[in-house]
């Protein structure tokens, strides 16, 4: 059974930066895309940035130029670096893998506000 375990949420001022963490297990990690999604209070879950495991990464372009998605296959983990955050990210962030979607995990909750 894979599990998602996402860290690294915090409270940040308008203009931060925070980097998120998942680690997954209990699959092969290499071999699948990887997706950060988010759900604000009140609004569907939708998704941030994609990796696949070979090819073009994706973002949705609220995020673009903003943030980074990576991976470290050794790792089984997979990154999102948040700069230049607005209230508007205040959400929680999950990890999953687009194509073969997994029990969510507790997600991480990012807070921006002054």
């Known amino acids: 059974q894979v599990q998602l375990v996402e860290s690294g949420g915090g409270l940040v001022q308008p203009g931060g930066s925070l980097r998120l963490s998942c680690v997954v297990s209990?699959?092969?990690?290499?071999?699948?895309?990887m997706g950060w999604y988010r759900q604000a209070p009140g609004k569907q879950r939708e998704l941030v940035a994609t990796i696949p495991s070979v090819g073009t990464i994706t973002y949705a372009d609220f995020v673009k130029g903003r943030f980074t998605i990576s991976r470290d296959n050794a790792k089984n983990t997979v990154y999102l670096q948040m700069n230049s955050l607005k209230p508007e990210d205040t959400a929680v962030y999950y990890c999953?893998?687009?194509?073969?979607?997994?029990?969510w995990g507790q997600g991480t909750q990012v807070t921006v506000s002054s």
């Open positions: 999953n893998r687009p194509k073969k979607i997994s029990t």
């Open positions: 209990g699959d092969i990690f290499s071999i699948y895309s």
